[in-house]
């Protein structure tokens, strides 16, 4: 059946981490950091944290935690009391502004494309209550017809319920929507559970041997729509 309604997690898939600015705050503080290691070590700690067991034992918030200790550790940027006045700086500008903030270039074209196809979008995201204010100012709220953020409802993903609110405020059917994320056990399992279908933006392939569709960028994503692939 033709695909009407998209759904897209944020962080990882429309935004990702402005490592620039965590490793210009480490630098004010006295911690030295390269943002380009800190962004290619990456999609290894985010694969890591990806389990079954993991996600149902943990929150979002929790996973964020280790997330971050994982990274630093593999680039190289030792833990401990040097450390936390930078951690608190950015945790401070997290919770206002959001981390999640660095847009690819091929994000605008592609949710323009897609919403001239006549598909309706919106954003289904485990967050802190500023993905909408965010998304605006990236100048990417314009393109979607809902934004679900968990905190502000009280319910994240990979719960079913989180979907189910998009749908009803969307008026979309589950089985013309489909849902993009970038971790299996949170967007993939909840999508399904919901009767969504999901497929996984998965450029380093670090998920060929899960069961789902997957593409290696959002481009990929707007082709297999137009062919009817996914």
Same mark, same amino acid.
């Given at each position: 059946?033709?695909?009407?309604?998209?759904?897209?997690?944020?962080?990882?898939?429309?935004?990702?981490?402005? %490592?620039?600015? *965590?490793?210009?705050? @480490?630098?004010?503080?006295?911690?030295?950091?390269?943002?380009? !290691?800190?962004?290619?070590?990456?999609?290894?700690?985010?694969?890591? @944290?990806? &389990?079954?067991?993991?996600?149902?034992?943990?929150?979002?918030?929790?996973?964020?935690?280790?997330?971050?200790?994982?990274?630093?550790?593999? =680039?190289?940027?030792?833990?401990?009391?040097?450390?936390?006045?930078?951690? =608190?700086?950015?945790?401070?500008?997290?919770?206002?502004?959001?981390? %999640?903030?660095? #847009?690819? +270039?091929?994000?605008?074209?592609?949710?323009?494309?897609?919403?001239?196809?006549?598909?309706?979008?919106? #954003?289904? &995201?485990?967050?802190? $209550?500023?993905?909408?204010?965010?998304? $605006?100012? @990236? $100048?990417?709220? !314009?393109?979607?017809?809902? /934004?679900?953020?968990?905190?502000?409802?009280?319910?994240?993903?990979? +719960?079913?319920? /989180?979907?189910?609110?998009?749908?009803?405020?969307?008026?979309?059917?589950?089985?013309?929507?489909?849902?993009?994320?970038?971790?299996?056990?949170?967007?993939?399992?909840?999508?399904?559970?919901?009767?969504? !279908?999901?497929?996984?933006?998965?450029?380093?392939?670090?998920?060929?041997?899960?069961?789902?569709?997957?593409?290696?960028?959002?481009?990929? @994503?707007?082709?297999? *729509?137009?062919?009817? &692939?996914?």
């Amino acid at each position: 059946m033709d695909i009407e309604t998209i759904f897209f997690d944020a962080g990882g898939v429309l935004v990702h981490p402005n %490592w620039r600015r *965590v490793a210009e705050t @480490l630098a004010r503080h006295g911690v030295a950091a390269d943002a380009a !290691r800190l962004a290619a070590v990456e999609p290894s700690v985010r694969r890591g @944290l990806d &389990s079954a067991v993991g996600v149902s034992a943990t929150t979002d918030r929790a996973r964020g935690e280790a997330y971050f200790n994982r990274v630093f550790t593999l =680039a190289g940027v030792p833990l401990g009391p040097a450390l936390e006045p930078a951690r =608190a700086e950015l945790a401070t500008y997290h919770a206002a502004h959001n981390l %999640w903030e660095h #847009v690819s +270039d091929e994000t605008v074209p592609v949710l323009e494309r897609l919403r001239s196809t006549g598909r309706r979008l919106a #954003v289904v &995201s485990n967050s802190n $209550g500023t993905v909408r204010a965010k998304l $605006g100012r @990236l $100048g990417l709220a !314009r393109f979607f017809e809902t /934004i679900v953020d968990s905190r502000e409802e009280g319910v994240e993903k990979p +719960d079913p319920a /989180i979907f189910a609110i998009a749908l009803e405020r969307m008026g979309a059917r589950p089985e013309t929507t489909v849902h993009v994320g970038d971790l299996y056990h949170v967007d993939v399992v909840g999508a399904r559970a919901a009767g969504l !279908r999901a497929v996984l933006v998965d450029p380093d392939h670090s998920y060929s041997d899960h069961d789902c569709a997957r593409v290696a960028s959002l481009t990929a @994503l707007a082709d297999a *729509v137009d062919s009817d &692939s996914l």
